[in-house]
């Protein structure tokens, strides 16, 4: 049983960075698939990054690839989603999520594990 608690959200400009955390609690974080979830006001929840037990990560689209970077440190039991220049269209609620690499499942029912979320607001 993992829990997941994010943290690192805020109201930012245009153009800024946040960096956002994920801090595990729980057995084998070290075996589990990582991911990272946004949610917009009146939009469904979805994709952005994740990374799996051997750091190999995948990312929604290319263009938030090259302004997101997600990373952890098995050590300490930490994900991260480093985001630079942010834009208005990046405000919502981010999620970490996780899932063992083998649990079955399709897009983000194969993640059972959720944490609270995250607020990030970027003012134009």
């Known amino acids: 049983q993992l829990q997941l608690v994010e943290s690192g959200g805020g109201l930012v400009q245009a153009g800024d960075s946040l960096r956002l955390s994920c801090a595990a609690s729980g057995p084998q974080f070290s075996l589990y698939t990582v991911g990272w979830f946004r949610q917009a006001p009146g939009k469904e929840r979805d994709f952005v990054a994740s990374i799996n037990p051997t750091a190999s990560t995948t990312y929604d689209t290319d263009s938030m690839k090259g302004r997101f970077t997600i990373s952890r440190d098995n050590a300490k039991n930490m994900v991260f989603l480093q985001m630079d220049n942010l834009q208005p269209e990046d405000t919502a609620v981010y999620y970490c999520?996780?899932?063992?690499?083998?649990?079955?499942?399709?897009?983000?029912?194969?993640?059972?594990?959720w944490g609270q979320g995250t607020q990030v607001t970027v003012s134009s």
């Open positions: 999520a996780a899932r063992h690499p083998l649990r079955p499942g399709v897009g983000q029912a194969k993640y059972n594990y």
